[in-house]
Structure formats: structure tokens, C-alpha cells
């Protein structure tokens, strides 16, 4: 039996990820609720996505902030006031504080499009596309002080075509996101997850089948 997980949703642009989440909710494969959505920028497409489907939504601008702590502590309080457990960074264009990350220890999520701890930072498609690796995909991870750093809970690989453009491959990489995003939070729900140190353990899970995968295709050997 899961437990509804109350969660907060960050959002800085289109929202697709909040989108996916969104659908397993409402599909009923997502024990979760959507407490709060708070993006940083007014113009996120994603807040469009949140009254569509009669989420509450704010927009909390960094201008006017002195610190980012301060702006942090603004986020903590809004976050904390609508009983959120586990928040969930869909695309949020900041780097935490401390302040933030002890808030939410270990109950902080977020999602990057390349298999870490390769390609972090922004533009992780076009950095893996144009070092031209052969696989690539996306990483769910619980955020902690660095840049894509913390502790890993899914990945999901996908091919590198030799027709593949920047735009075609960080589609089909977008598209393994909406999968697996909403996957790490029901684990998460589930009481799945059990962290240590840097590794996460799923516990009653099955294990991947061991069959390696090889770009191009190994057949005759
Ligand atoms: C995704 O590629 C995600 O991996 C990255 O930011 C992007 C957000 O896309 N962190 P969307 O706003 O969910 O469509």
C-alpha cells in the first residue's frame, strides 16, 4: 500500500515533466497529491499547464530578494505551508542553498537529461549529443549542495542515431523523463527508497535483466 505523498512542484519553463506527473496522478499510477506548484519566472508555460488542471499555483520573482537564501526561505515557507513532503524539481532553473536542502533532507528530486554524472549543468543534451557518446538518457536524482551531484534513484538510457540532430535526440530523452519521473516519485511514495550514503537502494524491487545493450548493434561476434 503506498501513502499519498504531498508534493511541490518547481518549475522555471514548459513543464512537460509536471505534465507527465500530472497524467499518472490523475490516471490514477502516481499516489500522489500537488500541493503547490511555484515557478520563479511569470512567463512558464507550466503555469498554464497548473490552472488547466485546478492545481494551486504561485510565481515567486528572485527580484526583490536580497540573498538567495532569503528568496529560499521564501520558497521553504510556501512549500512547508501547504504540507508538502517531497519536492520535485521539474526544470527549476536554480541552484539551492543549504537553507533550502536542509529543509527537505533527502526529499528533494530533480530530473537531468544525460546520464550523470556525465554532462551536468545545463544543456546536457547538446554537451553528450556533441561529444558524440553513443547512449545517452536522463537521471533522477535527490538534489544536494552541488550541481548534479546527489545520490542517484533511476536512470533510463537511450540510443544516439547517426541521423540524430541535438532536437531529435533531446526528444526521445524528454520522452524516457516523462517515464521515469513519475516512477522515482511512486518508489518514493511506495517507501521504496532507503539512501545510503551515496547509494540508492530499491528495496523490493526486481533487478534489471543483465542483457548489455551495444550502439551499433554487436551481431556477429
Ligand atoms: C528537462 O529536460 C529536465 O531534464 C531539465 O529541464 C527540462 C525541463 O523540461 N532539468 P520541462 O519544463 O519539464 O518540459
Redesign the pocket.
Known amino acids: 500500500m503506498s501513502n499519498i505523498v504531498n508534493l511541490g512542484v518547481l518549475?522555471?519553463?514548459?513543464?512537460?515533466?509536471?505534465?507527465?506527473i500530472i497524467d499518472n496522478i490523475e490516471k490514477g499510477t502516481l499516489p500522489a497529491k500537488i500541493r503547490i506548484i511555484i515557478s520563479n519566472t511569470p512567463g512558464?508555460?507550466?503555469i498554464e499547464r497548473a490552472r488547466k488542471h485546478g492545481i494551486p499555483a504561485v510565481i515567486i520573482e528572485p527580484r526583490g530578494f536580497y540573498s538567495r537564501e532569503e528568496y529560499d526561505r521564501k520558497v521553504v515557507d510556501t512549500l512547508k505551508s501547504h504540507d508538502v513532503e517531497l519536492v520535485v524539481?521539474?526544470?527549476?532553473?536554480r541552484v539551492l542553498t543549504p537553507l533550502f536542502l536542509r529543509a527537505f533532507p533527502m526529499r528533494i528530486m530533480?530530473?537531468?537529461?544525460a546520464i550523470l554524472p556525465s554532462f551536468p549543468g545545463t544543456h546536457?543534451?547538446k554537451k553528450a549529443f556533441d561529444y558524440g557518446v553513443k547512449f545517452s538518457g536522463?537521471t533522477v536524482h535527490f538534489a544536494d549542495e552541488g550541481v548534479d551531484t546527489g545520490p542517484i534513484i533511476i536512470q533510463g538510457i537511450v540510443p544516439v542515431y547517426d541521423t540524430d540532430t541535438e532536437e531529435t535526440l533531446?526528444q526521445r530523452?524528454?520522452k524516457e523523463?516523462h517515464r521515469i519521473y513519475p516512477k522515482a516519485i511512486k518508489l518514493y511514495a511506495e517507501g521504496k527508497l532507503q539512501v545510503e550514503g551515496r547509494k540508492v537502494r530499491v528495496k523490493d524491487h526486481p533487478q534489471p535483466e543483465d542483457s548489455p545493450r551495444h550502439n551499433p548493434p554487436v551481431v556477429d561476434f
Open positions: 518549475v522555471s519553463g514548459s513543464g512537460s515533466n509536471l505534465q507527465s512558464a508555460f507550466a524539481l521539474a526544470g527549476f532553473m530533480n530530473i537531468h537529461p546536457g543534451q536522463c533531446s530523452i524528454l523523463e
